[in-house]
Nanobody
């Protein structure tokens, strides 16, 4: 079983940047595809970005394309989400998860604690 711990969230003004980190423990995820999701109260989690285990192939949702980028450092067992040009609608709790690279759906049994991102206008 892998445990995922997200960090790096905070309060930022619109147009600003944040870099989220997702550290894994319990086992390495070197061959797992990983993804970032976000959730606002009352809504289902939304897929944001995914990356295959080699790091050579990534996918971003249309809502964040050209603003967010996902990367990974398998040696550090860590996945990152660089968020630029943040908008108030990006405000959410962000989670990382192990995902199926064929459809980017979460395969983890549970979520981590997430990290809150708040973008002020």
């Amino acid at each position: 079983q892998v445990w995922l711990v997200e960090s790096g969230g905070g309060l930022v003004q619109a147009g600003g940047s944040l870099r989220l980190s997702c550290a894994a423990s319990g086992r390495t995820f070197g061959r797992d595809a990983m993804g970032w999701f976000r959730q606002v109260p009352g809504k289902e989690p939304e897929f944001v970005a995914g990356i295959r285990w080699t790091g050579s192939s990534t996918y971003s949702a249309d809502s964040v394309k050209d603003r967010f980028s996902i990367s990974r450092d398998n040696a550090k067992n860590t996945v990152y989400l660089q968020m630029n040009s943040l908008k108030p609608e990006d405000t959410a709790v962000y989670y990382c998860a192990v995902v199926n690279p064929n459809n980017w759906q979460r395969t983890s049994a549970s979520w981590g604690q997430g990290t809150q991102v708040t973008v002020s206008s």
